[in-house]
């Protein structure tokens, strides 16, 4: 079974500071993404990193996807209350299954 | 339409009642998917549809959820004889293509079961 941890659960800090999310799994996958997700809305793509080594930024966010392509992580610089939400990551496996692994999810809070 | 749109929004269900949560994918979407996600948790894979096919249905709890898309379009999911352990949100995703593209999730059906 893969599984992707996501660290840390939970995060609090003030407006202006930077801060990095971890996804992390013992498994391998082709490509991975990451997700936000507000309170009662579905899930919203905001990258897929697919090659090892990748890095993509996005605005004040830069993601990155590990050589070995079983973890990945999500950097915001200055970060502003409009960044607050669920941040999910989530796999796509190798053997060609169309599902994703999603993360248990990082919530952010940016205070003002 | 313009975006994944699932319906109700909100459902609740006595336990043991049935139900069906409708997804409309977007437009010419070939792939469809259900998700679980319970409160503070991730979502979990249910289940997969390439056109009207259901290819994968691996993450389906039990035999009383089953998951139809006729034409190739609409989706439904159905939950008979609800539990309260079936109480989540159900989420509906489409892609144009692989897992790859990413998906378009929709805003999800909150289903309580009491």
């Known amino acids: 079974t893969q599984l992707l941890e996501q660290s840390p659960q939970f995060l609090s800090i003030q407006e202006g500071e930077n801060l990095t999310v971890y996804c992390n799994s013992s498994?391998?996958?082709?490509?991975l993404q990451w997700y936000r997700q507000e309170p009662g809305e579905g899930p919203v793509l905001l990258v897929t990193?697919?090659?090892?080594?990748e890095v993509k930024k996005l605005k004040r966010l830069t993601f990155q996807f590990g050589d070995a392509r079983k973890d990945s992580s999500l950097h915001i610089t200055a970060a502003q209350p409009g960044d607050t939400g669920l941040y999910l990551c989530a796999g796509a496996s190798f053997q060609g299954a169309q599902k994703l692994v999603f993360g248990q999810g990082t919530r952010l809070t940016i205070n003002p | 339409g313009a975006g994944v749109s699932q319906s109700p929004r909100y459902k609740v269900a006595k336990r043991g009642q049935d139900v069906a949560l409708r997804c409309d994918p977007i437009?010419?979407?070939?792939?469809l998917f259900w998700y679980q996600q319970a409160l503070g948790q991730g979502p979990e894979f249910l289940t997969y549809?390439?056109?009207?096919?259901?290819?994968?249905k691996s993450g389906l709890p039990s035999d009383r959820f089953f998951a139809e898309r006729p034409e190739g379009s609409v989706s439904t999911l159905k939950i008979q004889r609800t539990q309260q352990e079936d109480s989540a949100v159900y989420l509906c995703a489409s892609s144009l293509g692989t897992v790859g593209y990413g998906y378009t999730f929709g805003s999800g059906t909150r289903l309580t079961v009491v």
């Open positions: 549809f390439q056109n009207e096919a259901q290819l994968d």
């Open positions: 990193v697919v090659t090892g080594g």
């Open positions: 498994s391998v996958f082709s490509s």
């Open positions: 437009s010419g979407h070939v792939s």
